[in-house]
């Protein structure tokens, strides 16, 4: 149904009386991700008298919104902090008065996994739906079943618990995901047509689609300044890179401050006024000083206004009169950038208003594309691209590529123009690109990313059987059973009868992958599990800075310094670089000096102290604390530390070709790894250590684990890259594992006690492929008739 603006309130509030389960969609947004909790709760939900006293939970793909959200609803009703809350992964504002509360869908998520039934809450609002984001796909799978199980309990006893309602917002017409998947819902939920925006908005295509976005949207932002009406512009980009450069641009073309030829000018004008005004105010007769040209009169208002056509005009006033003058420069545009990586204080900025005098002009990647609504937008720039993170399946291949939107997206960026007024968006491409070359709807994340982690956390909620999850859009059986299969690796399921393991359990309550999860499950050994959290949550966050080219020399002897724990490891790298940070004061001077993201270590910091609270709680026998000034690891401590970052990264095990070919014993002698190619476990491409590496510049190991399979301009690239000793597979990766017959020479060695049992060695093969490694000394025993190697 479409409604008109008038009856919004008594439908939605209707609907979700009468309904477990309502969509809300308006094409663009409309401004109910506000309103939708505002209704609720002046109609007495959430209320501890009330029928419905479970909080207003609602959940937002990004922090940023999640954050600004709960100011504005909270300014809006006029309630603090305390009761129209947020949550967000080191951001916590809640208390016993919060009756509303915003948080990401992954804060939700891993509330389900500890209370299945979500019982604080009585309303849960899913916005953004139609982003198809990882984390919101599984949550509204899972909130679909407990619904059910709210219903029948309430059934049973009303007083001990009240049904659940859940409203799904998309800001897209797509919804037929959620309400024709009948294994989602049974009955199909009532969609409610909201209008989709306040104003109109213009949009103009470029005649020709450029090669270069970022250069054609300097030129179109600065068309838009100099020619038309005052009116924040917002400019849409693929990534950081590109915000600063523009950034950059923009603030040299348009200071903050008047260019020193404006100053100079305003100072003559100002001066001849002074003289004209006092000469026509003379008394006649008087004796006057107006051959004085440096006197100056002491004007008593001094006002600053912008013209129309983009120039500043100054008005004097003062005991002798009024002087109004324009000089013919633009007014300073306020740039400022948003992306996901800014610390959240400078997202917060783009929400407040510009100095006086000043254009507000934001560029921002997508996460400004919905429920970020910045105040006096009227202008947007799109380049129509964004960066994704696209996965291959069946290589495990990794990469960001830049690509059109989707229509829908399109749509999206162009409505921020029209929340608070008439708006234009200028689109930098043909009509033709957008007919032919865009999708209508974005990929669903759950289609182009690895799941293992989301499979892990449905196990630990009793989902066995994951083919049959209700998925808006299931994913394909081949990335199921890759996830499965990697969780049965790394011990976290049983591999035959598919049910998580007590270890698996204990990784799925900490708040990380389930690689690093393993890790730290392993790492309480030698002292070393301070080091493993530092490691995790250093792994956890990218933390290297882009480096400029005239900085590179620079960027590499930094990565040189903090190299010194041990140079056959980019992760060691990680935790020296934790360490130092940490021993240096934690300053913004020294991410500076060593080209890091200052919010990306205070994240680590925070991380770090969650994973060490998490552990103490979780496991017996665990003494561990935050350590600032930790002293570095011994080297049998180093030793152990790769060989757990073996563990976590076992399927992701590389051996140099001439290595391979020659049968495992040896190979060929090499200065650096330029052009070194490895084997990989899952495909038959080869890869390459990236030259970012510390262990580019040295002889190549012989076998390493990485942390990432990216894929270059030209070649595979490893990144986050650990040499190992092939001794350790055979014990750490025993399932990838096979062995020949014992060798004869050496010559087998009985036990003294019997000859049931003898010490061997022999040819282990690896992985899929069956690559050789070097001989190993095995112990065996006699079963029956045969020898078999003992566990």
């Known amino acids: 149904m479409k409604l008109p603006v008038c009856g919004e309130e008594q439908v939605i509030m209707e609907a979700i009386r009468n309904n477990t389960v309502v969509v809300i969609c308006g094409e663009t947004g ?40 709960a100011k504005r609803v909270g300014y809006e009703l006029n309630l603090p902090e305390s009761v129209v809350s947020h949550q967000i992964r080191y951001d916590v504002t809640t208390s016993e008065k919060t009756r509303i509360k915003f948080m990401t869908d992954g804060v939700l998520l891993r509330e389900l996994s500890q209370d299945l039934l979500l019982t604080k809450y009585s309303v849960i609002i899913i916005d953004e739906a139609h982003e198809r984001n990882l984390n919101t796909d599984i949550l509204i799978g899972v909130v679909s ?45 009532p969609v409610i047509s909201v209008n989709a925006r306040q104003y109109p908005v213009s949009i103009h295509f470029n005649k020709r689609t450029p090669e270069d976005h970022v250069a054609e949207a300097f030129k179109k932002v600065s068309k838009i300044h100099d020619r038309l009406p005052e009116g924040g512009i917002l400019i849409f980009l693929t990534g950081q890179n590109e915000i600063q450069h523009l950034c950059k641009l923009l603030r040299e073309k348009y200071p903050s401050l008047p260019p020193k030829a404006a100053l100079e000018e305003r100072k003559r004008i100002r001066q001849a006024a002074e003289l004209e005004l006092k000469r026509d105010a003379a008394i006649p007769g008087e004796e006057s000083d107006s051959d004085d040209s440096d006197s100056d009169l002491g004007f008593d208002e001094e006002e600053l206004v912008s013209t129309k056509d983009g120039k500043w005009e ?89 690509d059109w939107t989707s229509k829908a997206s399109a749509g999206q960026r162009a409505g921020r123009a029209g929340r608070t007024g008439p708006g234009h968006c200028y689109r930098l491409y043909s009509s033709a690109v957008f007919d032919h070359d865009f999708e209508q709807f974005s990929t669903p994340e759950i289609s182009r990313m690895p799941i293992e982690g989301v499979v892990l956390n449905m196990k630990s909620m009793g989902i066995d059987n ?44 900490l708040p990380v992958t389930p690689r690093f999860a393993k890790m730290l499950v392993i790492g309480n050994q030698q002292d070393c599990l301070p080091f493993v959290i530092a490691i995790v949550a250093a792994l956890s966050t990218e933390i290297a800075k882009a480096r400029r080219r005239l900085m590179r020399k620079k960027y590499f002897e930094s990565q040189i310094k903090h190299a010194g724990l041990d140079r056959s490891s980019d992760i060691l790298k990680l935790l020296n670089v934790v360490g130092a940070y940490e021993y240096a004061g934690a300053t913004a001077e020294f ?170 060695y022999v040819v282990p093969s690896f992985g899929p492929k069956g690559w050789p490694l070097p001989p190993i000394q095995v112990e065996m025993h006699r079963k029956g008739t045969r020898w078999v190697i003992s566990a």
């Open 145 to 189: 079943r407990v619904l059910k199980l709210r219903a029948e309990l309430s059934r049973e006893d009303r007083a001990k618990i009240k049904p659940l309602r859940v409203v799904i917002m998309s800001a897209t017409l797509r919804v037929s995901d959620f309400t024709e998947n009948s294994t989602l819902f049974t009955k199909p939920p």
């Open 466 to 509: 994951v083919v049959n999850f209700p998925f808006p859009t299931p994913p394909e059986r081949q990335t199921l059973s890759k996830a499965e299969k990697l969780l049965g690796y790394l011990g976290a399921i049983d591999t035959d009868v598919k049910h998580i393991t007590p270890v698996g359990q204990a990784m799925a309550n």
């Open 591 to 760: 991410c500076e000096e060593n080209f890091l993201r200052s919010k990306a270590m205070e994240e680590i910091r925070k991380l770090r102290w969650q994973l060490t609270n998490l552990m103490a709680a979780l496991f017996e026998n665990v003494d561990v604390w935050v350590d600032p000034k930790m002293l570095p690891p011994t080297k049998r401590q180093i030793k152990f530390l790769k060989q757990v970052i073996t563990a976590g990264f076992i399927d992701s095990v590389a051996i140099r070709k001439d290595v391979i070919e020659n049968g495992g014993q040896g190979g060929t002698r090499f200065k650096n790894a330029r052009g070194v190619a490895y084997k990989l476990m899952w495909s038959e491409e080869e890869a390459f250590i990236h030259p970012g590496s510390i262990l580019y510049s040295q002889e190549p190991p012989i076998a390493l684990v990485y942390n990432e399979l990216f894929k270059g301009a030209t070649k595979t690239c490893f990144k986050g890259v650990t040499a190992i000793d092939t001794k350790w597979l055979p014990e750490i990766g025993k399932e990838f594992c096979s062995f020949g017959r014992p060798l004869d020479h050496p010559i087998p060695k009985y036990s003294e006690q019997t000859k049931d049992k003898k010490t061997v």
């Open 314 to 402: 100054y008005i004097y006033k003062c005991e002798y009169g009024k002087f109004t003058y324009t000089i013919s420069y633009a007014a300073p545009l306020h740039v400022l950038p948003l992306y996901s990586s800014l610390p959240t204080e400078a997202q917060l900025r783009v929400f407040q208003p510009p100095p006086e005098g000043t254009r507000l002009c934001v560029i921002a990647t997508n996460v400004a594309e919905t429920s970020v609504t910045i105040p006096g937008i009227r202008y947007v720039v799109d380049c129509g691209k964004a960066k994704e993170r696209r996965y291959d399946i069946k290589t495990g291949v990794q990469s960001f590529e830049v």
């Open 30 to 69: 409309s401004g109910k991700t506000t309103q939708v909790p505002q209704f609720l709760y002046e109609a007495g939900w959430s209320h501890p008298d009330s029928d419905n006293p479970g909080l207003i939970a609602i959940t937002q793909p990004r922090r940023v919104a999640a954050v600004s959200m």
